[in-house]
């Protein structure tokens, strides 16, 4: 027999107790995303897509008066092709409206757009509102 194979292994068989650490927070960390995957798969859906809009700003912008808005989706519902309406408004009668339609707003989630009026909306209402969508 030879020098090396006479030397001892360096291995106890017994695994260090950081070892056995790693794997229960390991094993603990993929059982939990399993479950919250799975329940987000099967767990209570929206049945529709609850839009709001707030907006964002008002600015001169070459030809027009573009104003910004912000779209939220609070559902956990999709809302695609989603038809965006504004208004400007001068005490009750109204001045102009504009539509435009977004792709798509995904659920808890925002999209932002603009609308492009000719007309001036300052000291004026300025009414911007989602009016309708369609299912992904």
């Not at 194979?5 to 260090?16: A, N």
């Not at 070892?19 to 798969?41: N, P």
């Amino acid at each position: 027999m030879n020098a090396q194979s006479k030397q001892r292994s360096i291995d106890k068989g017994d695994p260090h107790w950081i070892e056995w650490l790693t794997g229960v927070v390991s094993m603990a960390f993929v059982l939990a995303l399993i479950g919250w995957i799975g329940w987000d798969a099967i767990g209570p859906r929206d049945t529709a897509p609850e839009l709001s809009v707030r907006i964002l700003g008002t600015s001169a912008e070459g030809a027009g008066y573009h104003v910004r808005f912000e779209i939220a989706n609070a559902a956990k519902a999709t809302a695609a092709g989603v038809v965006v309406r504004g208004e400007i408004r001068d005490g009750g009668r109204t001045l102009e409206t504009i539509e435009m339609t977004l792709d798509y707003v995904p659920m808890k989630s925002t999209a932002q757009g603009g609308l492009i009026f000719t007309s001036d909306p300052e000291g004026r209402s300025v009414r911007v509102s989602a009016v309708g969508y369609s299912d992904p």
